[in-house]
């Protein structure tokens, strides 16, 4: 599979859409892996072209798109496909992210709405055949915190003393991720993946779906890689969704204390890996601008660790990894 230029995309959506002529593509911000994404304007329609030519995702994002439509989620249409080039033709569900309106007055109304997409996901998309978050996957995205963000960008080599409290610290992550009850979960459901639309929210970048823990996603809309918000509300909302699920049959804790607890733990595993992934991606991908946001991840980490013991030794390495950093902030 070779990349596709900008023209060839453009000749391939003239022809699938029988057009008279080649459209002009708007190159549309993607996500933080390799895939690009093209709207396209015909008359007062407008389309989306997804080209990840240099991956082979395309028969993963069918999938789940199709098991998403099935349970009445708001999930782009497939409208062409051509495996050999990577390309897929899908329906524009809307211009405006929930990050680009996302503010004091508007977060009440679009973070109901996003929860009641959440829970409709976790009540009816289907588990079937789908990847499980098993500790090899968890284990695995721990990992890149101290094979990137350590070695590249804090330029530290922990002791044998300290990956050994590192090993301890990611088997106690990760036994708390599978204790929890298992439903899909979309894996980035986060503001910039929500688009404003009707029904609302649209859900999109949804090929790393898997089976796990029903506290991911919640973490993933409330504590963003992106915008954060006052702690105290964050906990306000966490519980709230833990309410909502539990009045719509879902298999969440009765006790808030325990699930936020919970939500700490499935938390900290996230922003281990969302650290780990934005050093990868500013040192081998040569995207920096993703790391300037590690700061945020260390106060979602300093939250958690401040109200668990047991994450009292991450805190501790944490600390004195930061001390003995060379480069990074």
Known sequence: MTDNTTEEIAAWARDRLKMKSAPELE???????????????????????????DETGLGVFAKVA?????AGIHAPEI??????????????????SY???????????????????LIAMQQKVSLEGLNEYDPALLLEELSL???????????VEPTEDEL?????????????????????????FMPRNLIVSNPNPGVIDFQDAVAGPISYDPICLYRDAFVSWPEERVDEWLEDYRQRALAAGLPVTASPELWLRTCDFMG??????????????????????????????????????????????????????????????
């Not at 199709?66 to 099935?70: A, E, G, H, K």
């Not at 915190?145 to 330029?155: E, G, M, T, V």
């Not at 590690?294 to 013991?309: I, K, Q």
């Open 164 to 188: 050994d409290a590192w090993e301890f610290i990611t088997m106690t992550l990760v036994r708390w991720a599978r204790d929890q009850e298992q439903v899909f979960v979309h894996r980035d």
């Open 145 to 155: 915190f101290p094979d990137w963000f350590l070695a590249s960008h804090w330029q």
């Open 79 to 96: 409208l062409a496909t051509d495996p050999d080039r990577g390309l897929m033709l899908l329906e524009d569900l809307g211009e405006q």
């Open 66 to 70: 199709s098991r998403l439509v099935d």
């Open 268 to 329: 900290t595993q996230r922003h281990l890996k969302v650290l780990g992934i934005f050093a990868r991606l500013c040192y081998r991908d040569g995207k920096p601008s993703y790391v300037k946001d590690a700061p945020r991840f260390f106060r979602y980490l300093a939250r958690a660790v401040g109200r668990n013991p047991e994450l009292g030794e991450l805190g501790k390495l944490l600390a004195a990894w930061k001390k003995r950093r060379t480069t990074g902030g």
């Open 27 to 53: 190159p549309v911000a993607g996500d933080a892996g390799t895939r690009r994404y093209f709207r396209l304007r015909d008359g007062k329609t407008s389309r989306i072209i997804m080209d990840a030519s």
């Open 99 to 117: 990050l680009d309106v996302l503010d004091e007055d508007t977060a009440e109304d679009l973070f109901r709405d996003a929860i009641d997409c």
